[in-house]
C-alpha cells in the first residue's frame, strides 16, 4: 500500500507509525497513507532559512522568474500523470484543470511579473522624498527579502493550485517555502512536489512538503517567517493566535471560506442575455469542484418579482448537471473529496434548513453515472429558499461547503447592499448587471464587505474568468469572515515577503545602495557619449551636461505649425492678461524634443536600438523665447532584457533621467525616457 512521504532536509521521509488513511472519493477504495509523526519541525525551518533562503537571495528577480518558468515548463510535460490521480480526488477533468494547470498558470503569472522589478535581488518602492532644502538629504523605502520561510497551510480542496499559487509569489520575492496540504488530498500534491524536486530546478531548500499533522511547527516559527492559511475561519484564528506567532509578531496571511454572494440586478429581465448569463454563472459556481471551492456562491440574491421565475430557470439548469465517476465523458459533476466532507455538508444544510427549505436536489440521495453512489461520496446540487432573508441569521453565518446555494429575495439595491453585508466579509461577490449606475451603486455600497467584485454583462461575460477565478495579478482575500488577508496580488503579493526599510542619506549614498541613480547624485564622466556604449558598459550615473540652446519665437511658431498644436499660450500675438503666463511660451513638448536633440548622438550608428518610451515627464517652469536650454543626462536604472529565441538581438532596456535647465540653472522640466541598447553579442 502507498506510503506518502515528506520531502524536508533535503530528503524524502516518510513519518513514524501507519499515518492518515487516504481514500479514493469516487469509490471509497483505500488509496495509502500519509503522515508526519516523528518530523523534527525545528530542524524543517532551520534548512529552509539555512540553505532555500540563501541561495535564493542571492538571485535577482529575472533569475528567480526564470526558474519558476522552467518550473511551470517542467510540470507541464507531466500533465497526464497529474489527471489521473486527480480523478482520485472526485474531480472531472474540467475541475482538475482548474487545480492543476490553473496552478501552473500561477508560476507563469509569477514569472512574467520579473519584468516589474529590477534585475537585482532586492528593489526600490516608491519614490524619493527630498527631506531638506539643498537636496543633499533624501529618503527612499527599499524592499528585501524576509530572511525565513513562507510556511503554507492549504486546504483540501485544491491540492495543486493551492500549492503553486502560493510558492509562485514566494520564490519569486526570493523566499523558500514549506508546504503542508491538507492531508486527505495531499496524495495529488505529493505526486507534483516529487516532479517540483526532480526537476532540479529548484535551489537546495527552496522547496519543502509536510504530508500530514503540522505538529509543532509553529513553536518554531520567528519573526523573519510568513504564514499563510487557507481553511476555516476558526483553524485559522487558532493558528493565527498561537502563542509564538503573536510574540514574534509573525506576519500571518488567511483565506477563510466565506459567504459569497451573487447579485441579479434590477434591470435585468428574462429577455435579457444578462438573466441567461446569471444563470449560467451560479449553475457553474454550484457545481465545478462539487461546489469545494473557497469562492463558490452561497448566497443569491433577485429581485423580488423575480424569485419565482429565477428559481425555476435554477432549477432547469441544475438538472442538467450529470453526475458521478468523474473518468466518464458524460459526467459533468464528481464527488466531493471524500465521506468525511460529505457528513459536514449535510450536517451544515441540517442548520440552513432551520429558515430554509429545499427546492432543488435531494439531501441523502442522487442519481449517478457509472459509479456507487453509497460508496462514493456524491452528493446532489441543492437549492435552498429563504424568503425572508433579513430575519434568518443561518443563511448568514452557516457554510455548506459542497453544491449548495441559497436563493433569496430583495425589494431594492439598498437593501440587495445589505444582505451582502449581512455575510460579514466574503472574498467576491458578483452582480449581474447591464446599467452602469447599478453597477457604481452596488460596488461602493458593498465593496468594503468583498475582497473582489466581479461586473458581469454581456460585454465581458465571453472573457470572464468568473465568480469563482481569482487570478495572479488581482488580490484573493477578503475582510472579516473571509480572513482580513490577501494573496496573489501581483506586485502587492511580492511585497508581502519583503522586508520594507526606510532609507535616509544623501542622494549618493542612495544610489550606492540601490544602484538606481538618484536625482542629486554626483555623475560619472562616461569617456564618450553614453549613446557609444553598449548595455554591459553602462554604469549608472555616466553623464553628460549639454551645450546651450537659445530658444526663439520662431521656433515655437515653427513648432506649433508642424505639430498642429496651436494652444493660445504658444502664440506670440496673444493677449496674456489674466493668464499664468507672462508672454509667449514654449510647447513642453517642443522642450522635450529640443533636449532629445541635445542629448542624442545622432549621426553614427550606435549600440542604441530606438527610443522606448517616456516616464514621469513633468514641465516645472515656463520657457520664454531667449531662454538658453541645456540638459543634465543620466543613466538611472538597467534591466536586461532575455532573449525570446535564437534569433533575437540581445539587448536591455536603459532608463535616462532627463534634466531640462534654463540660463539660470533653475530646472524647466524632468523626464525618465527608456531607451533599447544592444548588448554584445554572445
Given amino acids: 500500500m502507498k506510503r506518502l512521504e515528506n520531502y524536508i532536509n533535503g530528503k524524502w521521509v516518510a513519518g513514524d507509525g501507519e499515518g492518515q488513511a487516504l481514500f479514493n472519493a469516487v469509490n471509497g477504495e483505500l488509496i495509502g497513507y500519509g503522515g508526519s509523526e516523528g518530523l523534527d519541525f525545528r530542524s524543517v ?35 497526464e500523470k497529474f489527471y489521473a490521480i486527480s480523478y482520485q480526488t472526485g474531480a472531472t477533468r474540467a475541475d482538475s484543470w482548474v487545480d492543476i494547470e490553473g496552478g501552473i498558470g500561477n508560476l507563469f503569472s509569477y514569472a512574467s511579473l520579473r519584468r516589474k522589478f529590477p534585475d537585482e535581488s532586492y528593489c526600490l518602492d516608491g519614490e524619493a522624498h527630498f527631506l531638506g532644502k539643498a537636496g543633499t538629504f533624501i529618503g527612499h523605502h527599499l524592499l528585501v527579502p524576509k530572511e525565513g520561510v513562507a510556511i503554507h497551510i492549504n486546504a ?40 517540483i524536486v526532480a526537476s532540479g530546478i529548484l535551489p537546495e ?14 513553536d518554531h516559527v520567528n519573526a523573519q517567517d510568513v504564514i499563510t492559511f487557507t481553511g476555516s475561519a476558526a483553524t485559522g484564528l487558532k493558528l493565527k493566535s498561537h502563542p509564538n506567532v503573536l510574540a514574534s509578531n509573525v506576519a500571518f496571511t488567511m483565506e477563510a471560506d466565506s459567504l459569497n454572494c451573487i447579485v441579479l440586478g434590477e434591470d435585468v429581465s428574462a ?61 459533468r459533476m464528481g464527488s466531493l473529496a471524500g465521506e468525511g466532507q460529505r457528513k459536514e455538508v449535510r450536517k451544515q444544510v441540517q442548520k ?108 465581458c461575460a465571453k472573457e470572464s474568468t468568473g465568480h469563482g477565478s481569482p487570478l495572479p495579478l488581482l488580490v484573493h482575500g477578503g475582510p472579516g469572515r473571509a480572513g482580513g488577508g490577501e494573496e496573489m496580488g501581483g506586485i502587492r503579493g511580492v511585497k508581502h515577503y519583503m522586508q520594507r526599510v526606510a532609507l535616509q542619506g544623501s542622494p549618493d549614498m542612495i544610489t550606492a545602495v540601490s544602484n538606481v541613480y538618484q536625482q542629486g547624485a554626483a555623475g560619472k564622466d562616461p569617456g564618450v557619449h553614453p549613446f557609444k556604449k553598449h548595455f554591459e558598459e553602462l554604469e549608472i550615473g555616466d553623464q553628460i551636461v549639454t551645450e546651450k540652446r537659445l530658444i526663439t519665437s520662431d521656433d515655437i511658431d515653427r513648432f506649433a505649425a508642424l505639430s498642429g498644436d496651436h494652444f493660445y499660450a504658444h502664440i506670440r500675438t496673444t493677449d496674456f492678461n489674466g493668464t499664468m503666463f507672462e508672454r509667449q511660451v514654449a510647447h513642453g513638448y517642443f522642450i522635450m524634443s529640443a533636449a532629445a536633440g541635445l542629448f542624442v548622438d545622432s549621426f553614427d550608428k550606435n549600440p542604441v536600438l530606438l527610443n522606448y518610451g517616456i516616464d514621469e515627464l513633468r514641465f516645472t517652469k515656463p520657457v520664454y523665447p531667449g531662454s538658453e536650454l541645456y540638459i543634465r543626462f543620466t543613466c538611472r536604472e538597467k534591466v536586461r532584457q532575455d532573449l525570446k529565441d535564437e534569433n533575437d538581438l540581445p539587448k536591455g532596456i536603459v532608463k535616462w533621467l532627463v534634466e531640462m535647465f534654463d540660463e539660470t540653472d533653475e530646472l524647466t522640466g524632468v523626464a525618465t525616457i527608456l531607451t533599447m541598447v544592444k548588448r554584445k553579442q554572445l
Fill in 271 to 331: 429577455e435579457m442575455p444578462e438573466w441567461d448569463i446569471f444563470i449560467k454563472e451560479v449553475r457553474k459556481e454550484m457545481t465545478t469542484k462539487c461546489g469545494q471551492r473557497c469562492t463558490a456562491i452561497r448566497r443569491i440574491f433577485v429581485p423580488q418579482n423575480k424569485l419565482e421565475d429565477v428559481q425555476i430557470a435554477l432549477g432547469k439548469a441544475l438538472a442538467q448537471t450529470t453526475i458521478g465517476n468523474p473518468l466518464n465523458e458524460r459526467v
Fill in 45 to 79: 525551518l532551520e534548512y529552509g532559512r539555512r540553505k532555500g533562503n540563501a541561495a535564493l537571495r542571492k538571485m535577482t528577480f529575472h533569475e528567480r522568474g526564470q526558474m519558476l518558468k522552467a518550473l511551470a515548463l517542467h510540470l507541464r510535460e507531466h500533465l
Fill in 352 to 459: 440552513l434548513l432551520a429558515s430554509s427549505s429545499i427546492v432543488y436536489g435531494s439531501l441523502d440521495s442522487v442519481e449517478v453515472i457509472d459509479a456507487d453512489a453509497i460508496k462514493g461520496a456524491f452528493i446532489s446540487p441543492l437549492l435552498l429558499l429563504n424568503e425572508h432573508p433579513f430575519q434568518a441569521k443561518e443563511v448568514h453565518e452557516v457554510e455548506a461547503f459542497g453544491p449548495v446555494s441559497t436563493l433569496m429575495p430583495y425589494d431594492d439595491m439598498e437593501s440587495a447592499i445589505e444582505l451582502s453585508r449581512m455575510g460579514r466579509g466574503s472574498l467576491v461577490s458578483s452582480i449581474v448587471t447591464a446599467d452602469g449606475g447599478v453597477a457604481k451603486r452596488y460596488v461602493l455600497g458593498a465593496g468594503a464587505w468583498h475582497g473582489r467584485i466581479l461586473i458581469l454583462n454581456n460585454q
Fill in 156 to 195: 483540501f480542496n485544491f491540492p495543486v493550485w493551492g500549492m503553486l499559487e502560493k510558492i509562485a509569489v514566494n520564490l519569486l520575492a526570493g523566499v523558500p517555502a514549506v508546504v503542508k496540504p491538507a492531508t486527505v488530498t495531499s496524495f495529488l500534491t505529493e505526486a507534483v512536489a516529487r516532479e
Fill in 205 to 218: 531548500g527552496a522547496f519543502q512538503l509536510i504530508c500530514g499533522n503540522a505538529g509543532d511547527l509553529l
